[in-house]
């Protein structure tokens, strides 16, 4: 594939974005760079880990697993679940930075001998088959080109039974000019080449070889994460470090409306999916 093809160009374009900006999302989100899951009162931090307690939950982790972590970011997600199962995990992410931040943190948490980290692009899968008994995806396949590939990739991965779970950002119900405008400026601004509907988004996990798929739309309970990112960034020493930055990072913050208006009037969805693979 030519380098200056558009898959490869927005590649280059998120490898930048996380190796430079990787350090303000810790500062912004701490060590999971996602959104939180909200049923009682929680702080930003305990939602976002009754986020991926839920996913876990659902997908039956347990000692001994091979997870992977498509997407892992700071290692959060994949610190957490040896920490917390016992299984083995290799967390995959485009940006160097991110790989050996979380390699850190592997260290302090004292689950290097189950984790690994490697910088690695996930429009190009090429590990081996049969290799895993889980495929980890949070907050990751927004940014890929050829999803249908890629989830065929993701089923060519596990092992027979193997099972796949996702938080994703999907196209909401509304239709309408305006949604659709806010739907191209939430990928615009978080490069993400396409939202799916969860229509479209289960269709793909059935072709693509999985089988007891189910898929809840979980927005209500993800969308105070963008009303606690607005108000963190409002802040005016927020906005006085926003103001020695670049276009592109104020670009992104000013996204955060946008990504609260989404939700809000259906416009965006959020997704949290399980499947097996058959």
């Keep these: 594939m030519s380098q200056s093809s558009p898959q490869a160009c927005l590649t280059e374009e998120i490898r930048k974005h996380y190796d430079a900006l990787s350090g303000f999302y810790q500062l912004l989100w701490g060590a999971h760079i996602h959104h939180g899951y909200w049923e009682d009162g929680e702080s930003p931090a305990e939602a976002q880990v009754k986020l991926i307690q839920r996913l876990a939950d659902r997908l039956e982790i347990s000692r001994g697993q091979r997870v992977l972590d498509i997407g892992s970011g700071l290692g959060g997600s994949a610190c957490w679940l040896a920490k917390t199962f016992g299984c083995s995990v290799l967390g995959l992410t485009l940006s160097e930075v991110q790989v050996q931040a ?7 948490e004292d689950v290097e001998p189950l984790v690994c980290f490697r910088e690695h692009d996930a429009n190009k899968l090429d590990l081996p088959s049969g290799t895993f008994d889980r495929v980890w995806i949070v907050e990751c396949s927004e940014h890929i080109h050829d999803k249908e590939a890629f989830f065929r990739d993701c089923a060519r991965l596990l092992t027979p039974g193997g099972r796949i779970g ?81 276009r592109k990072l104020r670009r992104f913050v000013d996204s955060f409306q946008l990504m609260e208006r989404g939700y809000r009037e259906g416009a965006t969805a959020y997704g949290m999916i399980t499947a097996a693979k058959e």
């Design 102 to 108: 979380a390699r850190k943190r592997a260290s302090e």
């Design 166 to 246: 996702l938080c994703v950002w999907l196209k909401g119900p509304a239709g309408g000019a305006e949604a659709e405008s806010i739907v191209q400026g939430v990928c615009e601004a978080m490069f993400c080449p396409s939202l799916l509907t969860m229509d479209e988004q289960t269709a793909m996990l059935d072709q693509a070889g999985f089988g007891s798929i189910v898929a809840d739309d979980i927005t209500a309970h993800v969308q105070p994460t963008w009303e606690h990112c607005n108000r963190l960034v409002s802040n005016p020493l927020a906005q006085m470090f926003l103001l020695t930055k670049g």
